[in-house]
């Protein structure tokens, strides 16, 4: 089965040893045959050193020969005297002569320094020798026999100077030749020899490299090997592997096989995989499993099998045929993983998700989720009776089309919820007053949320939306607020002193009656207890029956002594009751009447008791004298009267004249409604004139607005109001080009400077917040720096952003507390609406229990009208605030200016 699973490699040095052998033999061959050919060269120059040796006996020889010829005819012409026989002996010589010329020509030829030097002296000694032979023949014919004598002494002369001079040029020649030739075979054998001992370290070099190659290779097959054991051994400890005959009988199972199955090899060895059918799979199932394996084909899938203790396990199974040459199966190898946990884990999952779904059809809230597209992937019963669309026809369909809802007050159609989810991804604030209009035209009102769906990698699959049928309540709640609207008109209306009191003491709600008695405004009793204006003599019996009350027990005609904000003492008579809420006492109801006069009237009678009879006639004069005074002292307080009077006229119209300068001084409102025609500007000063103000400049494409609120209210506000806007107008006029939180800065150091009186102490009390925005149309950008004041954004779709500002003010400390402005850029879109203003309009005191109106009530008031024109955004807010201040004053100077873009 291994040898199957794994194929072995074939040794990687047998090309690389073949090659280099190849290349050996082919320079033992070059080795060879340079031998050969300079071993032919040198035998043939050694033939033609014997070729010219030979040449040489022969040329002596034939030297030898002519002079014994020439002796030889000498003696027979000087014996014979025939005549012919002269001549014929005559041309023997000559003929043997001429041999002899050719045979040293030919030697010349063979020779290649000596041959002219030979050949010359070779013709020379012939043409002599002859011309003495003949001379010779001459004197034999005339029979002088001196001369003959002569003349074949001369002859012997010439070819033994010849036969001389030819052999030492011949051997000189020969030497000359031997000694080359020996050198260019010494040189030949030395280059063969290098060339022998280049082959012999390359054959060993050959040999080195074939060792390592041989080594590298039976290492990495080494390594291989334990790479294809480690390989086998992993696949032993996670796959299950056992092998079967052509039959489909195993014959073959790794250790991890027979653990998980609990069989033995001897067990299972010919046995048929059959025997671990759970029952789970058809007939058709392992039918169409065999024709495809049986095809030669692999394959795979999942596979539910029986243990030998009964259990189940899923195992992923593939399926290996071997096929021989024929084309046919021989063996089968059977691989599989135990995916039982995973599957376990996924029937847990779709569990678990059935029962979320069934958590979220039984939850008491409408509940439907969309896809990234906003279509509808589920509805729950309670969001079915609402809509009035079920879950099979809504699933698939757009939100909008199914879940139609429209703003409460205006009837508007609102835009789709989701929307906003799907494109911020994060839970977005909804606005409450939304009515749903269900299938059948039924109207609910409802309050609504909705939230990303997000996946465990942290992408965005959906949204879903939750929303509750508030009808009952809004009813109810509107029903509550008449009858507490009653209640407190009552209270209100009331010329006793009514409080209601925590039960920690805290005051809860004051009646106008009350605060006129004791001089307090409602922003100041928020922060007070009633043990603030008891009198030390009276707080131990007030303690004790406060503890009763909030036992339960009512309590009437209490008297106690109470200390008004300007420390007059006023006697009080009172009832208690206690405030309960879902059956616990959470506090008191006191209503109290003023019997100062009346307990004084008691002391004063019971003291004139005592003395009425001893002081009836002093009392007379007295009172006569007192008649007098108080004619006096009433003639004086009229005139007293009249010119108060006349102040207040005089103050009120310096006021109203105050109030002329300072429109005149702060920026048109006008012209600011033309620079933005989509806007509106809510200004309500507490008294005459204000310390809040809208301050704003045109610099080309870009709009620089200011929400300003000054310390304090009324004239000094007025004041402030003045000084800022010159501030602004300076440093904004020196410094164009200067980010908002750089202008708050500038701003923040003119006003010290302009206010400190005393330098020995930095701290200045007043001072300003600011909204200031520098709104760039060019870039379609708006940077934003806040004085304590914030930016609220709406994007038109009822979501609102909140952009704080710095927590420190213009103005106020400067020693030891670092101001930290900062600026923050937000993108301008078509249809987004910004405010900004002052806190005048959310610390409004009013509504059912007297409190202030609030951030989070102001921001989802901004946030529902923030889809109306701008005109009918003012009127809805200012409506709102004179249905919450009632018949209050007003608290606080108010600014509110709103632009769309």
Partial sequence: MESRLWTDTRPAYRRPIVALYMLLFALLLWAVASV?????????????????????LSLLNGLHRSAAYIQVATLRHLMAEDSLAKVRERIIIDTEFAKNSETIAEIGKLISDSAER?????????????????????????NDGPKAMFYHNTVQYALFESWQNAVAELDHHIESEA?????????????????????????????????????????????????????????????????????GYIVHANDHFLEMTGYSLSELMGQNPRMFNSGLHSEEFFRGLWQQVLAGNIWKGLMRNRMKDGSFRWLDTTIVPFMDEDGQPEEFVVLRHDITARIEAREALAKEREHFRILLLSIGDAVIATDLEGRVTMVNPVAEALIGWKEEDAVGRPLTEVYDTVHQVTREKLPSSVDVVLSTARVVHLSNNTTLIAKDGSEYIISSNGAPIIDNEGKLQGAILVFRDETEKHFAQQQLEESEKQYRGIIEGSGEMICRIAATGHFLLTNPAFRAQFGYAPDELECMTFWDIVAEESQPACTVKFAKVLAGESLGSNDAVLITKQGDRVEVSSNASPMTEHGTTVGAMLFMRNVTLRRQAERAILNAKQGLEDAVEQRTMELNSINGKLEQEMALRTETMEKLGRLHTGVIDSINYAKRIQNAMLPSLTKFRAVCPDSFVLHRPQAIVSGDFLWWKRSGPMLVAAAVDCTGHGVPGALMSVIATDLLDRVVQEHINARPDEILSMLDRELIDMLSVNRKSDWIGDGMDVALCMIDHASNTILFSGAYRPLLVADGRGAIVEYRGSTSSIGGATSGYAKNFTSVTVPITEGMVVYMGSDGYQSQFGGPHDRKFGKARLRDLLCQVSILPMPEQRHVIENTLLAWQGDKDLTDDIMLIGIRF
């Fill in 179 to 247: 000694a080359l030739q020996m050198d260019e075979a010494q040189m030949v054998a030395a280059r063969t020899v290098r060339r022998i001992t280049v082959m012999l370290a390359l054959f060993a070099i050959l040999l080195v490299m074939s060792g390592i190659l041989i080594r590298l290779s039976v290492r990495r097959m080494s390594l291989l090997n334990n790479r294809n054991a480690n390989y086998i051994r992993a696949i032993d400890q996670t796959l299950l592997v056992n092998t079967t005959d052509a039959k």
């Fill in 118 to 142: 030979v050949h010359f002296h070779t013709i020379l000694v012939s043409r002599a020798a002859n011309t003495a032979a003949r001379d010779s023949l001459l004197a034999i014919s005339r």
């Fill in 36 to 56: 050969t050919v300079n071993s032919s060269v040198l035998i043939g120059r050694y033939d033609t050193i014997s070729r010219v040796s030979t040449r040489k």
